[in-house]
């Protein structure tokens, strides 16, 4: 492949390192890709208030401006604190979702995502839901109230379950009510609006650039990924990637350990 016109990357597991820092190397890489005017999206499955503190990593928002965010769900301009525009699951969709989740794997947990004008959204969660991670940041809320309001996203937890088992249950239930994926393996399930991924996220922000998706180069590591390196010009999996990425990647790199998403990025940059 020629010197890509964009560049996308997941942030966890793919360009921040297992200490969550972005390495020395790849902030070098980063910045001389900017400085040739190519452009650098993040493309995550985190809200928007989690994005500022990895642009201030990077050098800020004149290096990477855009968030595709929600696993494609919310684009968000970082520079602005302004949500471009967001697909949320209605209340009547969450309500089904619910049900069906609930009723495939009983005794999970529910959570959702909302989001704001900018970088402040909302994770509201419901009593005795059992966080994925140590430092989750969210309210508490009854089921009712979790479904009341547009989100989007709604997790599924199951702690005694690893995710991949989990989407093999809800998918059939589901059919194309939702998208079902994950970025945890640990027993953390994420639904969005039907047919949103971050390829379809990814897809709006370069129609707006005038970039084709053949002059794009994308990086992940796990299933939130595969629709974005499957539609990317050149998709890279990390080392440390999930199986079904190894299988699609046009390209396999070190891991993220290992400064990969630098090793291939230094080709051009």
Same mark, same amino acid.
């Given at each position: 492949?020629?010197?890509?016109?964009?560049?996308?990357?997941?942030?966890?597991?793919?360009?921040?390192?297992?200490?969550?820092?972005?390495?020395?190397?790849?902030?070098? +890489?980063?910045?001389?890709?900017?400085a040739?005017?190519?452009?650098f999206?993040?493309?995550?499955?985190?809200?928007?208030?989690?994005?500022?503190?990895?642009?201030?990593?990077?050098?800020?928002?004149?290096v990477?401006?855009?968030?595709?965010?929600?696993?494609?769900?919310?684009?968000?301009?970082?520079?602005?604190?302004?949500?471009?525009?967001a697909? !949320?699951?209605?209340?009547?969709?969450?309500?089904?979702?619910?049900?069906?989740?609930?009723?495939?794997?009983?005794?999970?947990?529910?959570?959702?995502?909302? $989001?704001?004008?900018?970088?402040?959204?909302?994770?509201? @969660?419901?009593?005795?839901?059992?966080?994925?991670?140590?430092?989750?940041?969210?309210?508490?809320?009854?089921?009712?109230?979790?479904?009341?309001?547009p989100?989007?996203?709604?997790?599924?937890?199951?702690?005694?379950?690893?995710?991949?088992?989990?989407?093999?249950?809800?998918?059939?239930?589901?059919?194309?009510?939702?998208?079902?994926?994950?970025?945890?393996?640990?027993?953390?399930?994420?639904?969005?609006?039907?047919? $949103? !991924?971050?390829?379809?996220?990814?897809?709006?922000?370069?129609?707006?650039?005038? &970039?084709?998706?053949?002059? $794009?180069?994308?990086?992940?590591?796990m299933?939130?990924?595969?629709?974005?390196l499957?539609?990317?010009?050149?998709? +890279?999996?990390m080392?440390? @990637?999930?199986?079904?990425?190894l299988?699609? @990647?046009?390209?396999? !790199?070190?891991?993220?350990?290992?400064?990969?998403?630098?090793? &291939?990025?230094?080709?051009?940059?």
């Amino acid at each position: 492949m020629q010197a890509p016109r964009l560049v996308a990357t997941d942030v966890d597991g793919t360009l921040l390192d297992p200490h969550e820092q972005v390495t020395p190397r790849a902030f070098a +890489v980063i910045g001389r890709l900017a400085a040739a005017g190519v452009g650098f999206v993040l493309a995550t499955g985190r809200p928007p208030r989690w994005i500022p503190p990895i642009v201030a990593q990077l050098g800020g928002p004149d290096v990477a401006r855009l968030a595709v965010c929600a696993n494609g769900g919310v684009l968000y301009d970082v520079a602005a604190d302004r949500v471009l525009w967001a697909r !949320t699951l209605d209340p009547a969709t969450l309500a089904e979702l619910a049900a069906a989740a609930t009723e495939t794997l009983p005794g999970c947990g529910l959570a959702v995502e909302r $989001v704001g004008a900018g970088a402040d959204g909302a994770f509201l @969660a419901e009593p005795g839901y059992l966080h994925a991670w140590p430092d989750a940041d969210n309210g508490i809320a009854t089921r009712s109230e979790l479904l009341a309001q547009p989100a989007v996203k709604l997790l599924v937890r199951c702690p005694e379950l690893t995710s991949d088992a989990m989407v093999a249950a809800l998918t059939p239930a589901l059919g194309d009510t939702a998208d079902v994926t994950f970025s945890h393996s640990r027993g953390l399930v994420e639904l969005a609006s039907p047919r $949103v !991924t971050k390829a379809t996220g990814l897809a709006e922000v370069v129609e707006g650039l005038g &970039v084709a998706a053949a002059d $794009v180069v994308a990086f992940g590591d796990m299933p939130n990924d595969l629709e974005m390196l499957r539609w990317a010009g050149h998709g +890279v999996a990390m080392g440390n @990637a999930h199986p079904t990425l190894l299988e699609v @990647a046009d390209e396999v !790199t070190a891991s993220n350990a290992d400064d990969g998403l630098a090793l &291939v990025l230094e080709r051009w940059f």
